[in-house]
């Protein structure tokens, strides 16, 4: 078995994650970084206890303590990260923003009153147009340039729009748009940095104390036992594993180099491509952003935008998973068989008995899972949830929290809340250029008009839009931002709300997987020590479901339980299933025995007509024509093996 820690996973991370990419040496600052985020931390759970504050307040609270925490944290520059200390600079850009917001919660009550009308100072103007400077520095260091370029091309727009024909508006001057921008609750202190304040730093604290009991080694272990001992079982457990670290992960990348350290070497060595073992882990680990219950922390947002209640969305979200991890599933099986890459001894795997003993780590989860679905709200079931990880962590000798541990645990929680916040606060910046704009509305007219009244090229050009817009943006701000320039068009025509959200939403995360930037992948490709771009395909054959999938639930929305009842649901989910498994055979060209050219064409078919929405003739003839060609391919392959015996 390989050791996770032969591997650096900080610095892959660092090297293809900028959210990873801080400072390791501190020194004598290190104090100062503790402080903060334990309090932030603690500021955070206070709030979840016993009420949070106006949003604007508890905006800033928030946003003002990630900002310094980013800039203490995160170097100008990626290269910078093991010089010791920390830059004179950041110190003073650590202050200021901790200034800025502290000015707009001193002076709340003017900024968001009389100031409207008797009109704001000059020192307000300065402090909202710092706290936009430092907002996107920050950004571009935490999270990285593309959803800084984006929200600069907003505020271009936003101040010189009036001059670009079709899409144009009356135009802002820069005093009127900073002050939408920061001083109201439409734009940075808007749903995202709301949400993020609120549900999003509880569950990612909860992912940390989740992880201090162990449940990322167990998640492994559960894997391999259930799928190990069967064809490809070291990637078939990759991709169980990814899926299971999904639901408390909210980076496809860290959760890529996380699990891949591990998983990718034992690929490697079963008789896998290092292209292909990137792949499958790669694939695997994007899949992770759209696992119920955290989906990448965008399901609070979700909730918010959508107005469907979180324990819904968390619901509606398991068929679509279930279709995406069975489509890669099937994958890395036709790709083991094709190349006979067995399982693995059972002297290798967990015993049951061993995974039984650590079963109570599944406690937490089961926690938020069963009060949400009683009807707690989530804030409620997240402190829960974290309550119940600590007495899990008391039970064993390994996993039980000291002091110390305690407070590591609740500095961690700001850190890896770090990205989240300076995403929802930059992707704030979009959405409210979007609403005072109006630039939504014409961005739909935009794609409606393109598409020309064909229901299927609307879908088509919101895919690549999404696309598009999601390459290299974290999951949140991902969403955000599809949600608010995409989802529109799709809503306009008369697409269900929730099908429309889920459908932009998992175009969003498959830029993660989609070449020229596909991160997740080149993080793969980084351990497998494998060709990125060659990866990068890999991923993107490996999870050809999630290009099918969001449209199936558009012309079906049966599957994301949309007036679905037990007879219309459970023929179209058979089918969706049964079609998956065709089109996963003709990407990785197997199925029952290598195909010719026009099996593997037929395969393609078959599944389509499986897939094919709302169409039982279809189905069945897809169904008949993948019987076929596994008839056929059978006779062909025995036929093949008796001629090789008698020769």
Not at 132 to 146: C, F, N, S, Y
Not at 200 to 224: C, P, S
Not at 538 to 551: D, G, M, R, T
Not at 596 to 615: A, C, D, K, Q, W
């Amino acid at each position: 078995m390989v050791n996770k820690n032969d591997l650096n996973e900080q610095e892959l991370l660092a090297k293809y994650d900028r959210e990873a990419a801080y400072r390791t040496n501190l020194k004598k600052w290190a104090w100062l970084i503790t402080i903060i985020a334990i309090s932030l931390t603690f500021f955070q759970l206070y709030t979840a206890l016993k009420g949070s504050y106006v949003s604007m307040i508890q905006g800033a609270i928030h946003l003002g303590a990630g900002l310094s925490l980013i800039f203490l944290l995160y170097p100008v520059k990626r290269s910078l990260i093991k010089k010791p200390g920390i830059a004179w600079y950041d110190v003073v850009f650590a202050f200021l923003s901790l200034g800025c917001n502290f000015y707009i919660i001193y002076n709340y009550e003017w900024l968001t009153t009389r100031a409207l009308t008797t009109g704001f100072s000059t020192m307000d103007v300065i402090v909202a147009s710092l706290t936009i400077a430092l907002l996107l520095e920050a950004t571009r260091r935490a999270v990285g340039l593309p959803i800084v370029i984006i929200a600069l091309l907003a505020i271009a727009y936003g101040l010189w729009g009036k001059y670009i024909p079709v899409f144009g508006h009356r135009g802002f001057s820069w005093e009127g748009l900073v002050r939408r921008l920061v001083y109201s609750d439409n734009a940075i202190f808007g749903i995202p940095i709301q949400i993020s304040s609120t549900f999003i730093y509880l569950f990612l604290f909860f992912g940390v104390m989740l992880t201090k009991t162990g449940i990322g080694q167990f998640f492994n272990d559960l894997a391999f036992g259930a799928t190990g001992r069967f064809t490809g079982g070291t990637a078939k457990a990759a991709v169980s594993a990814s899926a299971l670290q999904g639901m408390v992960t909210g980076s496809s990348v860290a959760n890529t180099v996380g699990s891949g350290s591990f998983t990718i070497p034992m690929m490697k060595r079963a008789g896998f491509k290092p292209e292909f073992a990137a792949a499958s882990e790669a694939s695997a680990s994007t899949g992770g952003q759209i696992m119920p219950p955290i989906m990448g922390a965008a399901a609070f947002i979700m909730a918010e935008y959508t107005g469907i209640p979180y324990s819904q969305i968390i619901i509606i979200a398991i068929v679509p998973a279930i279709l995406y991890f069975s489509g890669v599933f099937m994958g890395v099986h036709f790709e083991a068989k094709k190349n006979g890459i067995l399982g693995l001894p059972k002297s290798e795997l967990p015993s049951f008995k061993s995974l039984a003993k650590r079963a109570d780590l599944l406690l937490p989860l089961f926690t938020i899972v069963g009060m949400l679905f009683y009807g707690y709200t989530p804030t409620y079931a997240a402190l829960w949830g974290i309550l119940v990880s600590f007495l899990v962590s008391l039970t064993r000798k390994d996993t039980r929290m000291s002091i110390r541990d305690i407070f590591q645990a609740l500095e961690q929680g700001a850190r890896v809340a770090l990205p989240v916040i300076a995403a929802c606060a930059s992707a704030g910046i979009i959405v409210g250029i979007v609403v005072f704009t109006g630039l939504g509305g014409k961005i739909a007219g935009g794609i409606l008009d393109l598409a020309g009244g064909s229901f299927f090229l609307l879908l088509f050009f919101t895919m690549f839009a999404c696309i598009l817009l999601g390459m290299g943006l974290p999951t949140t701000a991902n969403y955000v931002v599809t949600a608010s320039m995409a989802a529109p068009a799709l809503l306009e025509f008369g697409v269900p709300v929730i099908a429309a959200h889920m459908f932009v939403f998992y175009f969003g995360i498959v830029a993660d997987i989609t070449p020229p930037v596909c991160l997740a992948a080149y993080a793969g490709a980084g351990i497998a020590r494998a060709n990125p771009m060659k990866s990068g395909i890999n991923a993107l054959k490996l999870a050809i479901a999630a290009f099918i999938i969001p449209y199936v639930f558009v012309y079906n929305p049966v599957l994301v339980l949309e007036n679905a009842t037990f007879s219309t649901f459970t023929p179209v989910l058979l089918t969706a299933l049964i079609g998956m498994t065709a089109i996963s055979a003709a990407m990785m060209n197997y199925f029952v025995y290598k195909p010719l050219f026009v099996e593997r064409i037929m395969l393609l078919t078959s599944g389509i007509l499986l897939i094919y929405p709302n169409n039982l003739v279809f189905s069945f003839i897809g169904f008949v024509l993948l019987v076929s060609i596994g008839a056929i391919q059978h006779f062909r392959k025995k036929r093949h093996l008796n001629q090789k015996a008698n020769a």
